[in-house]
């Protein structure tokens, strides 16, 4: 073997191994380890799927607590309408009166009519009766589905008028209704909140698991990098003094010639 052969062969694993303590990877092309790298790739790609899936999740969470916040509104104008409701309904006042607390109500079924139709997340309509995926893991079909008012509720409590006493009466029914129905739909909404929750939580305990599995294949490991590097350093020098003995023993043999 030529001396110039020899020292490619020393340099190609300390290349690589400067590379490896460079990088902090032991596997950086193809040619380290094919199958490795193609491991890897595949956890990165998944690694990447259960990122945006846990962002999308939280978005989920978003929605549903601004449809809840939407819907506490809206309940606290009903709980008002059944107070003036069953305040109209008192016998003691007069016609007069209750055209006063009708006023109010309509005020108040205005606010509630302009929640119902405008109310949006992100441009998205919140109360339209349409259901809601979420996507919320790397693969297909795993998600999360919502179902929200279609603002039905509203055109109930447009019809009352508590101008009369009996009025009044039919007011305090249809403002109980549609107070046991928000209060069941933000219930469902706190469900649906606390479901995305667990799911971000086990979406992370899957990151983590994937990360630990990736780093396991790819990462360097230093102390055994390191102490390869100070071998290869040994048999590099005891090499090169092996020559330098060699080409004065050569010395010496011309010299007695």
């Known amino acids: 073997m030529k001396i110039n052969d020899s020292n490619l062969l020393l340099n190609q694993p300390t290349n690589k191994l400067a590379e490896q303590l460079a990088t902090g990877k032991k596997v950086n092309t193809a040619a380290?380890?094919?199958?490795?790298?193609?491991?890897?790739?595949?956890?990165?790609?998944?690694?990447?799927?259960?990122?945006?899936?846990?962002?999308?999740?939280?978005d989920g969470i978003?929605?549903?607590?601004?449809?809840?916040?939407?819907?506490?509104?809206?309940?606290?104008?009903?709980?008002?309408?059944?107070?003036?409701s069953i305040q109209a309904g008192n016998g003691?006042?007069?016609d007069n009166y209750r055209g006063a607390l009708q006023e109010e109500?309509?005020?108040?079924?205005?606010?509630?009519?302009?929640?119902?139709?405008?109310a949006n997340f992100a441009g998205k309509p919140l109360f339209d009766g349409e259901a809601v995926s979420f996507q919320i893991g790397p693969d297909?079909?795993?998600?999360?589905?919502?179902?929200?008012?279609?603002?039905?509720?509203?055109?109930a409590l447009s019809t009352i008028d508590i101008s009369t006493q009996m009025g009044a009466q039919v007011a305090i029914d249809i403002s109980k209704q549609a107070s046991d129905e928000i209060n069941t739909q933000r219930a469902e909404l706190g469900a649906f909140q606390n479901t995305l929750a667990s799911t971000i939580k086990?979406?992370?305990t899957q990151q983590e698991n994937i990360a630990a599995s990736k780093s396991r294949i790819q990462d360097?490991?230093?102390a055994q990098a390191i102490s390869q590097q100070v071998s290869n350093d040994i048999l590099t020098n005891a090499s090169i003094a092996l020559r330098g003995q060699a080409n004065q023993s050569?010395?010496?043999?011309l010299s007695l010639l």
């Open 140 to 155: 297909a079909n795993i998600n999360q589905t919502l179902k929200q008012f279609d603002g039905g509720i509203a055109t």
């Open 92 to 94: 003691a006042l007069t």
């Open 32 to 58: 380290d380890d094919a199958a490795a790298l193609q491991i890897i790739d595949r956890l990165t790609s998944q690694q990447n799927g259960f990122s945006q899936a846990v962002n999308n999740t939280y």
């Open 250 to 253: 050569a010395e010496s043999i």
């Open 220 to 222: 360097t490991d230093y």
């Open 62 to 84: 978003s929605y549903s607590q601004v449809s809840e916040a939407n819907l506490s509104g809206v309940n606290d104008a009903v709980s008002r309408i059944q107070e003036l």
């Open 105 to 118: 109500v309509v005020q108040l079924q205005g606010q509630i009519n302009e929640t119902f139709e405008n």
């Open 202 to 204: 086990g979406s992370g």
